[in-house]
């Protein structure tokens, strides 16, 4: 059955702990112990546009997407909470003609939450609550953290990786780089 798409969820909450990790990457300051998952409150927009904001790093949509993907693809999304705030998202969608597909349209993490899981979770938590058999994202050539945390969601579901051209450079209007589309799948 496909994942519902535009139904109301009372947020799903699951309290993951994550301990300290041994990964080198991304700073430890503002460690906490855990942290809650779970698909955003329709207010909680405002914070994840705030995340995607202060990262930096990505393509800032207006507030108003972010507030609109929270009420009404409540279902597809999640948030990372510490603290009762919101430290990272997904932003995702079932494309209607794939509905069993998931497409990740945002992946953020807070710098000071990095590398200890956080995105890894709320990917995984997405695949593991709802009926997905695929995961798709465009991620720029340049991105190595964003290739490796999709590379690591694939190792760990011995699902094939696949590449194809996506949005290529030429059909942005602004100078944008290409976008190549990934697809992880099966999913399990
Ligand atoms: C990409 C991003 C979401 C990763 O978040 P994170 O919580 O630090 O990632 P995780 O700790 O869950 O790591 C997941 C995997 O990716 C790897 N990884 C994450 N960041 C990495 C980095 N900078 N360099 C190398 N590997 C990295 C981890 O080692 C881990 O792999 P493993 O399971 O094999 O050990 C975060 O760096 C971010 O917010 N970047 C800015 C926004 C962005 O570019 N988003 C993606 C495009 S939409």
């Known amino acids: ?24 990457h991304g700073p ?16 909680e927009g405002a914070q994840m546009w705030t995340v995607a904001r202060d990262g ?24 990372a909470l510490s603290d009762n705030e919101v430290v990272g998202y997904v932003l995702g969608y079932c494309p209607p ?36 058999d695929a995961l798709e994202a465009t991620v720029e050539e340049t991105n190595g953290a964003s290739r490796a945390l999709f590379a690591s969601i694939a190792r760990k579901h011995q699902a094939e990786l696949t590449w194809s051209e996506g949005i290529p450079a030429a059909h942005f209007p602004d100078g944008h780089a290409g976008e190549p589309l990934l697809r992880i799948s099966p999913l399990r």
């Open 1 to 24: 059955m496909p994942i519902p798409i535009e139904v109301p969820t009372r947020p799903s909450s699951t309290k993951q702990h994550i301990g300290r990790s041994s990964r080198a």
């Open 28 to 43: 430890r300051s503002g460690d906490a112990h855990s942290l809650v998952i779970r698909t955003p409150h329709p207010s």
């Open 56 to 79: 930096g790093e990505l393509d800032l949509n207006s507030s108003y997407a972010y507030l609109m993907m929270a009420r009404d693809f409540a279902t597809t999304c999640r948030v």
């Open 97 to 132: 003609e794939r509905p069993t597909h998931l497409f990740v349209w945002q992946v953020a993490v807070r710098g000071d939450q990095r590398g200890r899981g956080v995105a890894a979770h709320m990917l995984e938590h997405l695949v593991t609550t709802g009926d997905v």
